[in-house]
């Protein structure tokens, strides 16, 4: 596609953040190298580290940078001394939720893979799980997170969850798209026999459905599609869902691939952010234990979002060498772990690297350490 120019925005956050970020950058930097694109980033601070430095968990120069930026890299946030305090006055997590605010971010998108060769490292049986390959869209800005919330006196509480057509609308198109791109498969999960919002949902998807008639809709409480999940999470393609609802079965569904350290996720709207859904795991800060599979996956995805699919496709490749030659981090390789960044530069070795020729599994077993 000849040379572009991007400019990332880079929020390396809190915890692991910073480690596992700085392995995705050098993963797109091998890529910028391979295939003759410029890619510049920029750093600013965003979370508890952000509130130590400033008093603001998203200070006005990190969202300016984030509007200017091509697209936006985020490593995680949050931190043990804010988590525990529901006192705190100002909160890591308010820095996302503006961010997704000011950004426009409306859909969350989480691919959720079971990989063959990290079987054994879920909870839930092989044969149940093997071949899954779904990919969930959350609506982010809408629903009982962003409603009207108080407290009407010292004993009573509310949140009201409210949507509106085009808000359901906007998410609806871009999940039917991804659909039409997979298996013609989407999912509405909702609670249509109980909730207001949930008809107005039902009745909106069953509206968009006839523009794409290639994609086979279907309906189910979220009640039952906890349940099937975990069942028979090969009969899903594309899922649909509300904000509460998709935050509670992205993450159920996460434990089909063995480990959040390989999860990647997108936040689309006005401007696209692409972060892994682990959070900042504070315990392992330093440790160079931490998984960066997860945050790699998320630049492969900014990647696609720029039009680079060739781009994409190869670091995903690289991503698959690594789990087939076990060079991984403690988590998922206890006997002969590898360190985060040796993972990061086995993974941007292949991607700057990869040709027929020179590479096969043998030859890597063998020089993995002189490559690393």
Same mark, same amino acid.
């Given at each position: 596609?000849?040379?572009?120019?991007?400019?990332?925005?880079?929020?390396?956050?809190?915890?692991?953040?910073?480690?596992?970020?700085?392995? +995705?950058?050098?993963?797109?930097?091998?890529?910028?190298?391979?295939?003759?694109?410029?890619?510049?980033?920029?750093?600013?601070?965003?979370?508890?580290?952000?509130?130590?430095?400033?008093?603001?968990?998203?200070?006005?120069?990190?969202?300016?940078?984030?509007?200017?930026?091509?697209?936006?890299?985020?490593?995680? *946030?949050?931190?043990?001394? /804010?988590?525990?305090?529901?006192?705190?006055?100002?909160?890591?997590?308010?820095?996302?939720?503006?961010?997704?605010?000011?950004?426009?971010?409306?859909?969350?998108?989480?691919?959720?893979?079971?990989?063959?060769?990290?079987?054994?490292?879920?909870?839930?049986?092989?044969?149940?799980?093997?071949?899954?390959?779904?990919?969930?869209?959350?609506?982010?800005?809408?629903?009982?997170?962003?409603?009207?919330?108080?407290?009407? $006196?010292?004993?009573?509480?509310?949140?009201?969850?409210?949507?509106?057509?085009?808000?359901?609308?906007?998410? +609806?198109?871009?999940?039917?798209?991804?659909?039409?791109?997979?298996?013609?498969?989407?999912?509405?999960?909702?609670?249509?026999?109980?909730?207001?919002?949930?008809?107005?949902?039902?009745?909106?998807?069953?509206?968009?459905?006839?523009? /794409?008639?290639?994609?086979?809709?279907? /309906?189910?409480?979220?009640?039952?599609?906890?349940?099937?999940?975990?069942?028979?999470?090969?009969?899903?393609?594309?899922?649909?869902?509300?904000?509460?609802?998709?935050?509670?079965?992205? $993450?159920?569904?996460?434990?089909?691939?063995?480990?959040?350290?390989?999860?990647?996720?997108?936040?689309?709207?006005?401007?696209?952010?692409?972060?892994?859904?682990?959070?900042?795991?504070?315990?392992?800060?330093?440790?160079?234990?931490?998984?960066?599979?997860?945050?790699?996956?998320?630049?492969?995805?900014?990647?696609?979002?720029?039009?680079?699919?060739?781009?994409?496709?190869?670091?995903?490749?690289?991503?698959?060498?690594?789990?087939?030659?076990?060079?991984?981090?403690?988590?998922?390789?206890?006997?002969?772990?590898?360190?985060?960044?040796?993972?990061?530069? /086995?993974?941007?070795?292949?991607?700057?690297?990869?040709?027929?020729?020179?590479?096969?599994?043998?030859?890597?077993?063998?020089?993995?350490?002189?490559? *690393?």
């Amino acid at each position: 596609m000849g040379m572009v120019s991007k400019k990332i925005a880079v929020l390396a956050g809190d915890g692991i953040g910073p480690e596992v970020c700085r392995q +995705a950058v050098k993963v797109l930097e091998a890529v910028a190298e391979r295939f003759g694109h410029d890619f510049r980033f920029a750093a600013y601070q965003m979370g508890a580290c952000a509130i130590d430095a400033t008093g603001n968990p998203l200070p006005d120069e990190t969202l300016a940078g984030c509007r200017e930026a091509d697209a936006v890299l985020l490593g995680a *946030i949050g931190d043990p001394k /804010y988590d525990n305090n529901p006192a705190a006055p100002v909160r890591p997590e308010q820095g996302l939720l503006r961010l997704r605010k000011e950004l426009g971010l409306f859909a969350n998108i989480r691919p959720v893979t079971a990989y063959d060769v990290l079987l054994p490292h879920s909870p839930l049986k092989a044969e149940r799980i093997q071949g899954t390959d779904m990919l969930i869209f959350r609506e982010l800005t809408g629903g009982i997170y962003f409603g009207e919330k108080g407290r009407r $006196d010292a004993d009573s509480a509310y949140d009201n969850c409210t949507y509106s057509k085009p808000e359901i609308e906007r998410i +609806a198109h871009l999940a039917f798209r991804a659909a039409e791109g997979r298996h013609q498969k989407l999912t509405l999960v909702d609670k249509a026999n109980v909730l207001e919002t949930s008809r107005l949902w039902r009745e909106v998807v069953q509206g968009l459905a006839a523009q /794409y008639p290639t994609v086979a809709v279907d /309906y189910l409480f979220v009640d039952n599609a906890a349940m099937q999940i975990i069942l028979n999470p090969k009969q899903f393609d594309v899922i649909l869902t509300e904000n509460m609802f998709g935050d509670i079965i992205s $993450d159920e569904a996460s434990v089909i691939a063995g480990s959040l350290g390989l999860l990647p996720s997108a936040s689309i709207g006005e401007a696209a952010l692409f972060e892994p859904i682990h959070g900042s795991y504070p315990q392992a800060a330093g440790k160079g234990i931490a998984n960066p599979i997860a945050t790699i996956l998320s630049a492969a995805m900014m990647l696609e979002h720029f039009g680079m699919n060739d781009e994409a496709a190869l670091v995903r490749e690289g991503v698959d060498e690594a789990l087939h030659n076990n060079i991984l981090t403690p988590e998922l390789n206890p006997k002969a772990p590898y360190t985060t960044e040796q993972v990061g530069s /086995y993974i941007a070795f292949w991607v700057r690297d990869s040709s027929e020729q020179q590479w096969n599994a043998h030859n890597v077993a063998i020089g993995s350490s002189t490559i *690393i």
